[in-house]
């Protein structure tokens, strides 16, 4: 180095020298010398400093671009949060140019919800020491308004003009945190109450979850490596089931089913199962997921649901629900099949009375046990239901192509079946005997009948069977779906016609010996609006049936009263006795005393004069009951008769006990004297059994003198009979009346 170099590097201030200085001065040419070489070390020093200054820019160039092109944003804030220096990157992350960031707060990027955790994080840095680094993950918002999820690095420095800086590193997170949500959803769906299974592309288990150990008892390392149907299969489902669910799965993707599986204890349960191949992007199945929940208990409740709507409980047997169900069907079958089907409706005769008598125990204990032999006597394939009550029905199918044969069978099933029930019972301790009816219908699906009509043309015969006397079978016809229709209509006319008073009372006289009229016997007609006059044995036993009896007899009786109320007023009239027909369901009904008395006293109608006639079948019933009435009538002065008398089974004794006045002897036997020895015979033992128990005895249905003859020879002096008079209007009998009296 040189000495002025040395002397100026020393940095002292070196004071001018004197030219002509002392020895050791330097030469001029020494100084000359010296000066070049300064010079060229100047020379040598400035290109070294350009280098270092063309390095340093390339350095500072270099820097820069590190800095705008990081791949991470960096913002630079200032103590107040405003945003002092932002990269490029970061002015891309927030989608903003950067002069439009720049002086802006750094809290406007900020998601409204993460602000106050980004205030109270900033409060803290600031506070700090300056190398405390801090990281807050935060929502950003571009300027566009999508948001997304930064990762922020942030630290302190100290800054003596601006109070501090902060630095701020900024990375974007939002793929990360979509992947981990995404992951932890997986996690939380795959530990769910189903059970999960995934597997290879060849089946074999690779993972379960929780639920999957806990439905099948097999821990995750017994089951992965291992085939779902050789670990779980019950061996309900065989090798083909599971190759054709192979095939839906390789064909459409999935499979959905249920299907029985084994636990590693062995028990058995039922799973819905759900599998679903899970393809890559070239559409290569990788793997299967399968989910599945045990649905053994739900089945089992099914079933239980199942038994209790379509069961009855008592016996187990079908009910009327099941049993329609398996009509239909069997109608469905048969039109395709072409095959006869049967229908038996079976009724047990007395069950009313069982029940009534010993009690519902023994009642439901025979309803078991009937079921039970139904059971027994017909085929697996046949139905046997329940329809309620004492109501059976049992359903036959594919019984040939000939009704005939369907027909022959039925009912050769029919006689099974009355054979079977006729059987003694044991119903607890109490012997029991019983009886059926049966109706049977034959039906084929080709035919229009529809699952209504078939049972009741089974109940139309069945209630046929019980009119026949019980304990038998009646086949359905057409002629007894006529005679119930007319049934119908006529039961709604008889009410119309007690509406609109379309009834009528006829008289009939009776006579005594030498002709005189005596009495009256009321008779019903019905006055109907287009047939005419109706006779009472078109509709008199319906209306028993139907208890529309109840409502015709207290008219009756009430015009019967009024009858006799009026002929009181007429000389000719006045002691004539009216004679009422009452039926056996109308006395027995608990008010008919009340009745009769109510009738009599509404009109003032003398009681002396009005006698019921009655007819044996009454007595079949409560004989106590019926004892007790006829004296109640007979202390107000109501008199009995006997109607009918000979054609019933009237027990002698019981005969003796009733305050009856007269016996009538039945127009069969009339009408065959004198030329029947038996029809005499009987007759004339009538007249003896009269005399023995002090009764008067009247015959009816005289028609002839013949009749009138030998009645009169062997002691029967009073009659009724067309011979004297046919029933008639009030006003008509009123005439004839007069005219007996003048003859
Ligand atoms: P019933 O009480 O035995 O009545 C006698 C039936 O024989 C009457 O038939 C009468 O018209 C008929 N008759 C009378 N004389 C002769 C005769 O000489 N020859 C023939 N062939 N028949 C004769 P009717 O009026 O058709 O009554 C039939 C049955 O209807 C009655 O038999 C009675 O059981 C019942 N009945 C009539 N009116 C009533 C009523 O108001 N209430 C109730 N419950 N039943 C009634
Ligand atoms: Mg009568
Ligand atoms: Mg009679």
């Known amino acids: 180095m040189s000495r002025v170099l040395r002397s100026a590097k020393a940095g002292a201030p070196s004071a001018p020298q004197p030219a002509n200085a002392d020895l050791g001065a330097p030469s001029a040419k020494d100084l000359l010398q010296d000066l070049q070489l300064h010079q060229t070390e100047l020379q040598m020093q400035v290109e070294s400093l350009r280098a270092t200054q063309i390095e340093l820019e390339e350095a500072r160039d270099h820097y820069e671009t590190l800095y705008e092109f990081a791949p991470v944003g960096y913002i630079t804030l200032t103590a107040t949060g405003q945003v002092a220096a932002i990269n490029l990157t970061g002015s891309i992350l927030l989608g903003c140019d950067r002069s439009k960031i720049v002086k802006r707060r750094f809290s406007q990027f900020i998601s409204p919800a993460h602000q106050d955790r980004w205030y109270r994080q900033f409060v803290r840095l600031m506070k700090q020491a300056e190398d405390d680094p801090i990281q807050i993950d935060l929502e950003l918002t571009r300027a566009d308004g999508s948001a997304f999820y930064v990762h922020l690095n942030c630290q302190r420095r100290e800054d003596t003009r601006q109070g501090g800086l902060l630095l701020v590193a900024i990375s974007d997170i939002s793929q990360s945190r979509r992947d981990d949500l995404q992951a932890r959803i997986a996690g939380v769906a795959f530990e769910s109450q189903e059970g999960i299974i995934v597997a290879d592309s060849h089946q074999r288990i690779l993972r379960v979850n929780h639920a999957f150990t806990q439905i099948t008892g097999y821990t995750a390392d017994e089951a992965i490596g291992q085939h779902p149907p050789a670990l779980l299969n019950s061996a309900r489902q065989d090798e083909a089931f599971y190759r054709g ?4 799965l390789l064909k459409h993707g999935a499979w959905h089913g249920e299907i029985w599986n084994r636990r590693k204890d062995g028990s058995e349960y039922q799973i819905s199962l759900n599998i679903t191949a899970v393809k890559d992007d070239a559409g290569i199945i990788t793997n299967f997921v399968a989910t599945f929940t045990d649905i053994t208990f739900r089945k089992q409740a099914e079933e239980k649901i199942e038994n209790l709507a379509f069961h009855d409980q008592l016996t187990q047997l079908p009910n009327r629900r099941l049993l329609i169900d398996r009509l239909k069907h069997a109608l469905a079958v048969s039109a395709r099949n072409r095959q006869f089907c049967a229908l038996l409706f079976i009724d047990l005769d007395s069950f009313k009375t069982l029940n009534d008598t010993q009690g519902h125990d023994s009642g439901d204990l025979l309803l078991q046990q009937v079921a039970a032999r139904l059971s027994a006597c017909v085929r697996a394939s046949d139905t046997v239901a329940r329809l309620g009550g004492d109501e059976f029905v049992v359903l036959l199918e594919g019984l040939g192509k000939q009704l005939s044969d369907a027909s022959d069978e039925a009912q050769a099933l029919g006689r099974k079946v009355l054979a079977t029930l006729h059987e003694p019972f044991q119903l607890g301790s ?14 084929s699906g080709d035919r229009l009948d529809t699952v209504e009509e078939i049972l009741k043309q089974a109940d139309l015969a069945m209630y046929q069977a019980k009119t026949d006397g019980r304990n038998t079978l009646r086949v359905f016809d057409t002629g007894m779906q006529t005679r119930v229709s007319q049934r119908a209509t006529l039961e709604t006319e008889l009410q119309t016609a007690l509406r609109e008073d379309q009834f009528r009372l006829f008289y009939q006289p009776q006579v005594t010996e030498n002709g005189k009229v005596y009495a009256a016997e009321a008779l019903l007609r019905w006055q109907h609006p287009q047939r005419g006059l109706v006779l009472p044995a078109e509709f008199i036993a319906l209306a028993e049936e139907t208890g529309l009896i109840l409502q015709l007899g207290s008219w009756v009786m009430d015009c019967a009263s009024a009858q006799l109320a009026h002929w009181a007023m007429l000389p000719r009239m006045k002691d004539l006795s009216l004679l009422v027909n009452v039926s056996a369901r109308q006395f027995h009904h608990p008010d008919f005393v009340g009745q009769v008395h109510a009738a009599l006293d509404r009109h003032g109608a003398n009681p002396n004069l009005l006698k019921l006639e009655l007819t044996e079948s009454l007595l079949l019933k409560d004989i106590e009951g019926t004892i007790a009435k006829f004296k109640a ?26 305050p009856l006045d007269q016996l009538k002897i039945d127009q069969s ?10 029809a005499c015979a009987i007759v004339n033992t009538v007249l003896a059994l009269g005399k023995t128990l002090e009764l008067r005895v009247i015959a009816e249905g005289v028609e002839t003198q013949e009749q009138r003859n030998f ?6 002096s009073f009659v009724q009979g067309y011979l004297f008079g046919r029933p008639m209007p009030s006003d008509e009998f009123t005439t004839f009346m007069d005219a007996n009296a003048e003859r």
């Not at 669910?245 to 839906?248: E, F, G, S, V």
């Not at 109490?430 to 039906?443: A, E, L, Q």
């Not at 009538?633 to 089974?649: A, E, I, Q, W």
């Not at 009645?711 to 029967?716: P, T, V």
């Open 669 to 678: 036997f009339v009408r065959d004297v004198p030329g029947n020895a038996n």
């Open 711 to 716: 009645l009169a020879d062997n002691g029967c």
């Open 245 to 248: 669910l192979t095939d839906t």
């Open 430 to 443: 109490f012997p029991y005997v019983n009886t059926g009816s049966i109706g049977i219908t034959c039906f």
């Open 633 to 658: 009538l007979r202390s107000h002065g109501v008199r009995f008769s006997l109607d009918d008398f000979g054609t019933g089974y009237s027990s002698l004794s019981y005969l003796r006990q009733l």
